[in-house]
């Protein structure tokens, strides 16, 4: 049975950084694509980052280049999102979640989320 668990998430002044971490089990992360999505109050859920087993590839929003960082430690869990200079509006509840395609595909397993608040 797949299981993706969140943790690391907490509240952080603007500008501060956090560390996410996806502990998955049930399967082997070196077969499967991770993302990073989030969910901010009253808002749609958004895919943040990606990273893709297959080749390494890893796949970031706009909003997010140059600031996170989605990296595993040698193909083994769990599976990482490194944010630096966060924003008030960043807050919101992060998920992970895996599928066995590749990041450019739909996700088919989700964790329950961790909750990120970026306040002063």
């Known amino acids: 049975q797949v299981q993706l668990v969140e943790s690391g998430g907490g509240l952080v002044q603007p500008g501060g950084s956090l560390r996410l971490s996806c502990a998955a089990s049930g399967f082997s992360v070196d077969y499967y694509a991770i993302g990073w999505f989030r969910q901010a109050p009253g808002k749609e859920r958004e895919g943040v980052s990606c990273i893709d087993s297959s080749d390494g590839s890893t796949y970031y929003a706009d909003s997010v280049k140059g600031r996170f960082t989605i990296a595993r430690d040698n193909g083994k869990n769990p599976v990482y999102l490194q944010m630096n200079s966060l924003k008030p509006e960043e807050t919101g509840v992060y998920y992970c979640?895996?599928?066995?395609?590749?990041?450019?595909?739909?996700?088919?397993?989700w964790g329950k989320g961790t909750l990120v608040t970026v306040s002063s």
């Open positions: 979640a895996a599928n066995g395609l590749g990041c450019p595909y739909d996700m088919t397993d």
